[in-house]
């Protein structure tokens, strides 16, 4: 099985994607551990911090079952080094046409961010079938989606965003959405407590949520 048939085969069953922003290699794995335990097991380190790519490679080389890539990545360089310090996926912002080569070349899944149909379009024609909708609540939300699906009927979309537990049923209803990416499973706070319960419960909650949104 390939690494974009397994990422899909999870997305089916668990269309969450968590962010895991850290600057501390054992928070960040004790993180991945507890969203692991909540039942997300594809996990996204954004590159928000000085000492993200080390955490991100710490998930990967500590931790056991999960599908770990790299977010908020901005150009080639970047997508170079994340994958060469084992990011299994990549995720950008934005729409780069170099990264998006890079990665195609390299069968590196991408999901680079989009929020206008001329952005769908340019990612359709550089060979690109699924991208991320970002930042999903400010580019339109569920409106902007099934416009932008009625007419990319091949695109499939991850919204990222302005998604948390109480919209995440609706973005999860549109047949193009393949999963939604966000933040608001490792909160800030319960995090600098040391309170990795929180973040397996807020887990087990989108996983609920996903789970009656597509029975």
Not at 82 to 101: H, K, S, Y
Not at 104 to 127: D, I, W
Not at 141 to 159: C, D, N, T, Y
Not at 196 to 206: C, D, K, P, Q
């Amino acid at each position: 099985m390939s690494i974009e048939q397994d990422l899909e085969a999870r997305l089916a069953s668990a269309p969450v994607v968590p962010l895991i922003g850290a600057s501390d290699i054992g928070v960040a794995v004790q993180t991945a551990n507890a969203l692991s335990t909540g039942g997300l097991s594809i996990i996204e380190v954004v590159l928000r911090t000085d000492e993200a790519v080390d955490c991100m490679e710490a998930i990967v080389k500590q931790t056991s079952g999960l599908i770990v890539g790299a977010g908020t990545v901005l150009t080639v360089a970047q997508a170079e080094e994340v994958i060469a310090r084992g990011a299994q996926f990549v995720v950008c912002p934005g729409l780069v046409d170099g990264v998006a080569e890079y990665c195609l070349k390299q069968n590196v899944p991408l999901y680079a961010g989009t929020m206008t149909a001329g952005e769908v379009q340019r990612a359709y024609a550089l060979g690109l079938r699924t991208v991320k909708f970002f930042p999903a609540s400010l580019a339109g939300g569920v409106p902007m989606l099934k416009a932008l699906s009625s007419v990319f009927r091949e695109m499939r979309f991850m919204p990222t965003g302005g998604v948390s537990a109480s919209n995440l049923d609706e973005f999860l209803a549109l047949p193009s959405v393949i999963a939604c990416g966000g933040s608001w499973l490792t909160p800030a706070a319960a995090i600098d407590a040391g309170d990795y319960e929180v973040i397996t419960n807020l887990a087990r909650e989108a996983v609920e949520i996903a789970g009656a949104a597509r029975p």
